[in-house]
């Protein structure tokens, strides 16, 4: 197919019709509103259903109704909803049902702003909800990225009968950029058969569907918590996902960025490498499982990391985690809806590698600068 | 050859229920099973039962079922709906459940006039946690959280809901029963059938209430609780229809017939406001 140009809250709509999503349940929020209104308009072209909830509380229930029922369904949002849905989400979780949740991250605290950030982070990729569940969270860093991560991850909340997370930051829902539908998509998992466990009435040819989170006796609830983490610890094992640039060859430094925030990064080394610093740049695209190993053997070869975020800082500790110590941390952050300049980014740089020739205690000095840390 | 004249119904597990002595969670769970026998919906029902005594009842009903988190049943009972409209949908919920935390969740779907029938346990307290205040409390009843009786100055008057969701302007069939004597419980049957009947017809949302004894945590006999809810929840929940779908609407006297309105003029309604992104985020 050709490529067709599309603002990006449009091609997550269309991602998921393609995708063979036939229920979305949503409220409306800036900077995703428009996810909502494509797919008013588009589902009913393809025999499927919208309803707009009456709040974000009510619409993981929904997802839990629908998806309990064997069907693919999902929603979108931005922050301040994605926060009401966290009770949802846990029992999504909690009761193994697969649904795709979109959260086109705004800045916050609070009511905070509508512009770009990467405030939810820790929320997505650390709990949210209550109790210990996990969520495959997927950081696009384009429009067609975002078209095909939306698809794979109903492939991957069917695998895992899990609700799967794309966290994008307002950037990618608001902007337009060229996007390609392959007509012969194959899912990126094998399809399990959900027949054997979907409420569509019980007429005695298999157990009775019982979806449900509540296990009272702790024996069970502790089985069951093991269950699940035996299928978080498969989600690590195989799911991994991140791309390099530039780290097949000699570098001083090594940035890690997620989101349209790696495209400054990638300008930013660009320009450096034409000064002759030579930078490398790791980019997860999976923050739930994040990328530990990929990124230790990448800092390893550099004298020093950057991590670069629209936060105070939330995944630079799980780059630290993955570091362990064994170079030094810099963090470079925007807030506010304020994004960094790639020319920000590369000072940041000649400031690490400066202080680092000049010794430990400046070294120090350096890993504070930037626009917040 | 003898024949079975009384039985189980097959929309029931054999599972003992954990029901206290007297408690009618048990009565109302039998009807539901009796109807979905008699219309023949065992193998297309789905029930969804949140949290509150009944969150066990996916053990007692002998159907696909959902537990769901406290309040948002008739969320995930449009969620189901929606995605298979041939399920004959019900929900189980409590009064804490319906008409506290849950407000927006019944009222939304109600007034989307969603086609699934809720069951509404009015028992006048929260009775899995131990018998707490609930919206519905009586003024003056004694609850652990109004030691004193409840004092309507500080947490307003018992909330009915079969009148609140009868204002709305959506058709629905609207009822409160009650099975705190036989005779009752022979006409909630019969009207809780009429509310899966409106449903299996694809005519509009249904919910009947019942009233419901605690024994338990009023502190009661199970007869006391009985001559109770005749005494005093009778006389501020009314049993009787409150809406169905045929009915009229309820239309107000026009303003200018009253005396005080003389001389007001309607106003225009506005201008819809245009434009896709009118939203400043607030
Ligand atoms: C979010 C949340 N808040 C509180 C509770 C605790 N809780 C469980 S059941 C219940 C009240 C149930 O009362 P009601 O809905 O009247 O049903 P009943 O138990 O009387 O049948 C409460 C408060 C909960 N499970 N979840």
Same mark, same amino acid.
């Given at each position: 197919?050709?490529?067709? +140009?599309?603002?990006?809250?449009?091609?997550?709509?269309?991602?998921?019709?393609? /995708?063979?999503?036939?229920?979305?349940?949503?409220?409306?929020?800036?900077?995703?509103?428009?996810?909502?209104?494509?797919?008013?308009?588009?589902?009913?072209?393809?025999?499927?259903?919208?309803?707009?909830?009456?709040?974000?509380?009510?619409?993981?229930?929904?997802?839990?109704?629908?998806?309990?029922?064997?069907?693919?369904?999902?929603?979108?949002?931005?922050?301040?909803?994605?926060? +009401?849905?966290?009770?949802?989400?846990?029992?999504?979780?909690?009761?193994?049902?697969?649904?795709?949740?979109?959260?086109?991250?705004?800045?916050?605290?609070?009511?905070?702003?509508?512009?770009?950030?990467?405030?939810?982070?820790?929320?997505?990729?650390?709990?949210?909800? $209550?109790?210990?569940?996990?969520?495959?969270?997927?950081?696009?860093?384009?429009?067609?990225?975002?078209?095909?991560?939306?698809?794979?991850?109903?492939?991957?909340?069917?695998?895992?009968?899990?609700?799967?997370?794309?966290?994008?930051?307002?950037?990618?829902?608001?902007?337009?950029?060229?996007?390609?539908?392959?007509?012969?998509?194959?899912?990126?998992?094998?399809?399990?058969?959900?027949?054997?466990?979907?409420?569509?009435?019980?007429?005695?040819?298999?157990?009775?569907?019982?979806?449900?989170?509540?296990?009272?006796?702790?024996?069970?609830?502790?089985? $069951?918590?093991?269950?699940?983490?035996?299928?978080?610890?498969?989600?690590?094992?195989?799911?991994?996902?991140?791309?390099?640039?530039?780290?097949?060859?000699?570098?001083?430094?090594?940035?890690?960025?997620?989101?349209?925030?790696?495209?400054?990064?990638?300008?930013?080394?660009?320009?450096?490498?034409?000064?002759?610093?030579?930078?490398?740049?790791?980019?997860?695209?999976?923050?739930?499982?994040?990328?530990?190993?990929?990124?230790?053997?990448?800092?390893?070869?550099?004298?020093?990391?950057?991590?670069?975020?629209?936060?105070?800082?939330?995944?630079?500790?799980?780059?630290?985690?993955?570091?362990?110590?064994?170079?030094?941390? $810099?963090?470079?952050?925007?807030?506010?809806?304020?994004?960094?300049?790639?020319?920000?980014?590369?000072?940041?740089?000649?400031?690490?590698?400066?202080? $680092?020739? /000049?010794?430990?205690?400046?070294?120090?000095? /350096?890993?504070?600068?930037?626009?917040?840390? | 050859?003898?024949?079975?004249?009384?039985?189980?119904?097959?929309?029931? %597990?054999?599972?003992?229920?954990?029901?206290?002595?007297?408690?009618?969670?048990?009565?109302?769970?039998?009807? =539901?099973?009796?109807?979905?026998?008699?219309?023949?919906?065992?193998?297309?029902?789905?029930?969804?039962?949140?949290?509150?005594?009944?969150?066990? &009842?996916?053990?007692?009903?002998?159907?696909?079922?959902?537990?769901?988190?406290?309040?948002?049943?008739?969320?995930?009972?449009?969620?189901?709906?929606?995605?298979?409209?041939?399920?004959?949908?019900?929900?189980?919920?409590?009064?804490?459940?319906?008409?506290?935390?849950?407000?927006?969740? =019944?009222?939304?779907?109600?007034?989307?006039?969603?086609?699934?029938?809720?069951?509404?346990?009015?028992? &006048?307290?929260?009775?899995?946690?131990?018998?707490?205040?609930?919206?519905? %409390?009586? #003024?003056?009843?004694?609850?652990?959280?109004?030691?004193?009786?409840?004092?309507?100055?500080?947490?307003?008057?018992?909330?009915?809901?079969?009148?609140?969701? #009868?204002?709305?302007?959506?058709?629905?069939?609207? &009822?409160?029963?009650?099975?705190?004597?036989?005779?009752? =419980?022979?006409?909630?049957?019969?009207?809780?059938?009429? #509310?899966?009947?409106?449903?299996?017809?694809? %005519?509009?949302?249904?919910?009947?209430?019942?009233?419901?004894?605690?024994?338990?945590?009023?502190?009661?006999?199970?007869?006391?609780?009985?001559?109770?809810?005749?005494?005093?929840?009778?006389?501020?929940?009314?049993?009787?229809?409150?809406?169905?779908?045929?009915?009229?609407?309820?239309?107000?006297?026009?303003?200018?017939?009253?005396?005080?309105?003389?001389?007001?003029?309607?106003?225009?309604?506005?201008?819809?406001?245009?434009?896709?992104?009118?939203?400043?985020?607030?």
């Amino acid at each position: 197919m050709a490529r067709k +140009l599309m603002k990006g809250n449009e091609a997550i709509g269309e991602a998921a019709i393609r /995708a063979g999503c036939r229920f979305y349940f949503g409220y409306p929020i800036t900077p995703q509103t428009e996810v909502a209104e494509y797919l008013a308009r588009r589902l009913p072209e393809v025999g499927g259903t919208f309803v707009q909830a009456e709040s974000e509380v009510a619409v993981p229930n929904m997802l839990y109704g629908a998806a309990g029922t064997g069907e693919r369904v999902m929603t979108s949002t931005s922050s301040p909803g994605m926060s +009401l849905m966290m009770e949802g989400l846990s029992y999504l979780a909690g009761a193994e049902l697969p649904c795709v949740i979109v959260n086109v991250m705004r800045a916050g605290p609070g009511l905070g702003g509508i512009l770009p950030s990467q405030g939810d982070y820790f929320q997505a990729t650390k709990g949210g909800g $209550h109790g210990d569940y996990r969520c495959p969270v997927l950081a696009p860093w384009s429009v067609q990225e975002v078209t095909d991560l939306v698809q794979d991850a109903f492939d991957l909340a069917d695998f895992y009968r899990n609700p799967v997370l794309v966290l994008a930051d307002g950037l990618i829902g608001q902007m337009m950029e060229p996007v390609e539908f392959q007509e012969d998509r194959r899912p990126c998992k094998a399809l399990p058969d959900k027949r054997a466990w979907a409420a569509r009435g019980w007429k005695g040819d298999r157990p009775r569907a019982i979806i449900n989170s509540l296990f009272l006796d702790p024996e069970d609830l502790e089985r $069951h918590n093991r269950d699940l983490k035996a299928k978080y610890d498969a989600m690590v094992r195989d799911e991994v996902r991140f791309a390099e640039y530039g780290t097949d060859q000699d570098y001083e430094v090594l940035i890690v960025a997620y989101g349209t925030v790696a495209r400054v990064c990638k300008t930013a080394q660009e320009d450096l490498a034409e000064a002759g610093v030579r930078v490398g740049l790791l980019r997860p695209i999976t923050l739930f499982p994040f990328p530990y190993e990929a990124v230790r053997r990448a800092a390893d070869k550099a004298r020093a990391v950057l991590v670069v975020e629209l936060s105070t800082g939330q995944m630079v500790e799980d780059v630290q985690m993955a570091v362990m110590g064994r170079r030094p941390v $810099h963090f470079h952050g925007r807030q506010g809806g304020m994004l960094p300049s790639p020319e920000a980014v590369a000072e940041q740089v000649r400031a690490i590698l400066r202080d $680092h020739a /000049a010794g430990p205690s400046a070294r120090r000095r /350096a890993s504070r600068r930037g626009g917040a840390s | 050859m003898t024949e079975l004249v009384f039985g189980r119904p097959r929309s029931l %597990t054999r599972v003992p229920m954990h029901y206290c002595p007297g408690c009618t969670h048990g009565v109302i769970h039998r009807l =539901i099973a009796e109807v979905l026998d008699e219309l023949g919906l065992q193998g297309r029902a789905v029930g969804v039962a949140p949290v509150g005594c009944a969150v066990f &009842a996916y053990n007692y009903f002998n159907i696909d079922m959902y537990e769901a988190s406290h309040g948002r049943a008739p969320a995930v009972a449009t969620g189901a709906k929606r995605t298979h409209p041939e399920l004959i949908v019900f929900t189980y919920q409590g009064d804490g459940d319906l008409a506290s935390i849950g407000t927006a969740e =019944i009222v939304h779907c109600a007034n989307r006039g969603e086609k699934v029938t809720v069951v509404f346990v009015n028992n &006048a307290v929260y009775g899995m946690t131990g018998g707490q205040m609930a919206p519905t %409390t009586l #003024a003056g009843q004694v609850t652990t959280t109004s030691p004193l009786g409840r004092d309507v100055e500080q947490a307003g008057y018992p909330v009915r809901m079969v009148e609140m969701l #009868a204002a709305l302007r959506t058709p629905a069939f609207l &009822a409160r029963v009650s099975v705190h004597s036989p005779a009752r =419980i022979i006409q909630a049957k019969a009207i809780l059938r009429r #509310a899966f009947e409106y449903q299996v017809k694809g %005519t509009c949302f249904s919910m009947v209430e019942f009233l419901s004894t605690c024994p338990t945590n009023w502190g009661l006999t199970p007869p006391e609780a009985c001559r109770w809810l005749e005494t005093h929840m009778l006389p501020y929940y009314p049993l009787g229809i409150f809406k169905t779908p045929e009915g009229p609407e309820r239309t107000p006297a026009p303003l200018e017939s009253l005396p005080d309105a003389r001389g007001v003029q309607a106003v225009p309604a506005a201008a819809a406001p245009t434009g896709a992104n009118g939203e400043t985020g607030e």
